[in-house]
């Protein structure tokens, strides 16, 4: 769907005043690398002009198929309408008795047409785990790849290492950690609003013990920082490589731009430099396939419960069905033992 970026203006003091200053169709973002599908916000489509009340489902549902989109961008399409829905029901703006909820999956409501194939490139390595000989060739080459790119270098470790989201991982910033100095209670906190679940109000701050490996992409961010001392004025443990420093210089006309996701590495960006680094080492596999890999190997090592615990997961059926996913050797040394059960001895 994309990301909403407030424009500052100080003539704009209601959402009245955004409206009548930026009109449907407006100023449309046309450049392809930072819109590279053509998509439009609701407000500047067709829809952008019309009441609340005179949505129906059959609106909803020509728009979200009007393109060829994934399932997912299907279903968050949707869940952006039942949000401006549920919000204009809970502030009676349609008046005392609302329409029928017309954001409804059931009932007559809205379809979401499933593909029969995915058109999703990274699918393909949904049931992939790396096996421990690429990991260590991953690391071997994050460490080399750091002299050349700092920062991408070091939030590939620290994904490679934690398993944690790559959007996740690009939003920590140096406050998040605590008590550095104190090997036995160090730890990092991961706050809720930037957690992929922050709508729900069963989301909260989660709290990581730091490991010895953490430290270690810790250190070399502090080395990195030594380096390039400008970059200590950003508070991303990862900062962008193209930040525009005038901004950063200039707090009283952007006094918030330096924590802003311009500051931080882009998950854009982090996607080419992996599969830079997965092309050069001729392996298969995503940055998702990290985060699966340390499940995989780690439910190995200590068990489900534990890693379960590791990991914060909520549901072992999450981690049983996304996350553990044994590589093929492991599989055929299973299969192997299963098959000893029926080796009988002749009479």
């Known amino acids: 769907m994309g990301q909403v970026k407030l424009i500052t203006d100080k003539k704009i003091k209601t959402y009245g005043d955004l409206w009548k200053t930026y009109q449907p169709g407006e100023n ?8 590279r599908k053509d998509e439009i916000s609701v407000y500047d489509s067709d829809l952008g002009g019309l009441e609340i009340d005179d949505l129906t489902s059959g609106i909803i549902e020509r728009f979200i198929h009007q393109k060829d989109r994934t399932e997912g ?10 949000c401006l829905w ?3 029901h809970r502030k009676r703006l349609m008046g005392d008795t609302s329409p029928l909820d017309p954001t409804r999956r059931k009932y007559g409501g809205v379809t979401i047409v499933q593909d029969e194939t995915t058109n999703t490139k990274n699918t393909q390595y949904n049931d992939l785990a790396f096996t421990l000989d690429q990991v260590r060739r991953i690391e071997k080459e994050l460490v080399s790849y750091g002299k050349k790119k700092p920062f991408i270098a070091e939030v590939l470790q ?3 290492y934690t398993g944690m989201r790559k959007s996740d991982a690009c939003k920590l ?6 008590n550095f100095n104190d090997k036995k209670k160090a730890y990092i906190i991961h706050k809720r609003e930037d957690q992929k679940g922050r709508a729900s109000k069963k989301t909260k701050d989660e709290k990581f013990p730091i490991t010895f490996l953490m430290r270690r992409v810790i250190r070399r961010l502090i080395v990195q920082r030594k380096k390039y001392p400008k970059y200590q004025w950003i508070p991303f443990l990862f900062p962008s490589g193209q930040i525009n420093w005038d ?4 707090p009283i006309n952007y006094p918030d731009h330096k924590y802003s996701d311009e500051c931080r590495v882009s998950e854009r960006t982090l996607n080419d430099h992996f599969n830079k680094i997965r092309d050069k080492l001729g ?9 699966k890999t340390k499940d995989t190997w780690g439910i190995d090592k200590i068990g489900e419960q534990k890693m379960m615990t590791v990991m914060a997961r909520k549901s072992i059926e999450v981690q049983r069905r996304n996350y553990n996913k044994p590589v093929d050797e ?3 040394k299973w299969a192997n033992e299963v098959a000893q059960i029926y080796q009988f001895k002749n009479n």
Do not use: P, Y
């Open 330 to 332: 492991r599989k055929q």
């Open 158 to 160: 620290w994904i490679l």
């Open 86 to 88: 549920g919000f204009a």
């Open 173 to 178: 910033k140096w406050e998040n950690i605590h």
């Open 28 to 35: 449309i973002e046309t450049n392809k690398w930072r819109n």
């Open 247 to 250: 901004k950063v210089n200039d």
């Open 283 to 291: 392996i298969q596999g995503s940055i998702r396939t990290l985060r």
């Open 73 to 82: 961008v299907r279903l968050n399409i949707l869940k952006a309408f039942q």
